[in-house]
């Protein structure tokens, strides 16, 4: 019998795979799609622009193209490049939605944690920042107020389309109150109460991020209706609310401290009220989502022993916290909304 011929490009893709993504990595921290913006430029003057070296081009510009981060009209020196209408939005830095904050990040540490990805397998260990200094990440993090900023943003910048797919899927017509708990620049307290005017909302985070939050609060204007706290959820309660959100929080802690943060949320809501994590959940049957199982990987990376999960997971979780009914909300992307109700 005939063997039908077997193709590895799907292997290459994968194996080769950091190639396109230090590519894509290095465009953005080179401002490429700002620069371009709505204009069309030539590969010489991308060139000049980002000062870089002639064997750079037309090369680099090239292979964004066929990466599809890049559009070009015509052949050779002549021809001009240009965003893609998703570059334009996403990777312009004067776009309202600018998610290039997470790839900047990425650029600047993730990509190379990545290389010792091996290591934390074998070791369980941690592989960023703490392997040189021995600080937690979180520690390092917020030691260094420009790098709490530029993390903070990343994670405005990737969680935003999330943020309002949850303001505008969740019934918030039953609650007035809402407490996000490790809420960063206050982004989901606000898209929340900027799309339904009867709910109060607080942002609740550690003393070095209140600052943040405050002015981002300020600058969408909504002062009057969303508040800050600063909270410590591994040794003070949360905030009274009828909504408790956790935005790509769980994750961060192992199976001890994601059932903490849970009990915590219980406690703190009235009977009747709604739980509400936003995360890269893992399909049940963990075979679908590969963002959310890579993100797993990633908090091995960061913490060691935090890990992502699935709806189930979630959902037998707070079941032990007495949680007693529950919802899965689709948002955007690779990522979801799992809902867990106190009873009424």
């Known amino acids: 019998m005939n063997r039908p011929e077997l193709d590895p490009s799907h292997i290459m893709q994968i194996g080769m795979g950091f190639f396109g993504s230090r590519a894509l990595l290095s465009a953005v921290e080179l401002e490429l799609f700002t620069y371009l913006g709505a204009n069309k430029h030539t590969a010489e003057d991308i060139r000049k622009h980002l000062d870089l070296h002639p064997r750079a081009v037309p090369d680099f510009a090239d292979a964004l193209v066929a990466l599809r981060v890049l559009e070009r009209d015509g052949e050779g020196p002549k021809a001009l490049y240009s965003n893609t209408p998703e570059t334009a939005v996403f990777l312009d830095r004067n776009s309202p939605h600018y998610l290039g904050g997470i790839l900047e990040m990425a650029g600047d540490r993730l990509y190379g944690f990545w290389g010792s990805l091996t290591e934390a397998l074998r070791t369980g260990e941690p592989q960023n920042e703490i392997k040189q200094s021995g600080e937690p990440m979180f520690a390092k993090l917020y030691s260094v107020p420009d790098r709490l900023e530029q993390f903070m943003n990343a994670m405005a910048g990737v969680s935003a389309g999330n943020f309002r797919?949850?303001?505008?899927?969740?019934?918030?017509?039953?609650?007035q109150t809402l407490c996000d708990a490790g809420g960063a620049t206050g982004q989901l307290a606000c898209m929340v109460a900027?799309?339904?005017?009867?709910?109060?909302c607080i942002s609740a985070d550690l003393p070095h991020v209140e600052p943040i939050a405050k002015r981002c609060i300020e600058s969408v204007g909504l002062s009057d209706r969303v508040q800050t706290a600063v909270i410590d959820f591994f040794s003070q309660p949360l905030p009274k609310a009828d909504v408790i959100t956790m935005g790509m929080i769980l994750h961060d802690w192992n199976l001890e401290k994601k059932k903490h943060l849970i009990k915590l949320a219980y406690d703190a809501l009235p009977p009747g009220g709604a739980f509400i994590v936003v995360e890269a959940l893992i399909d049940d049957a963990r075979r679908e989502n590969a963002f959310g199982l890579l993100m797993s990987l990633n908090m091995l990376i960061e913490f060691g022993d935090a890990f992502d999960y699935t709806g189930a997971d979630f959902k037998a979780w707070c079941g032990e916290a007495g949680f007693s009914s529950f919802e899965i909300i689709p948002l955007a992307g690779p990522s979801s909304a799992a809902v867990a109700y106190k009873p009424g």
Do not use: G, N, T
Not at 194 to 200: D, E, Q, V
């Open 165 to 175: 797919a949850l303001a505008e899927k969740f019934d918030f017509s039953r609650y």
């Open 194 to 200: 900027a799309a339904h005017p009867h709910m109060r």
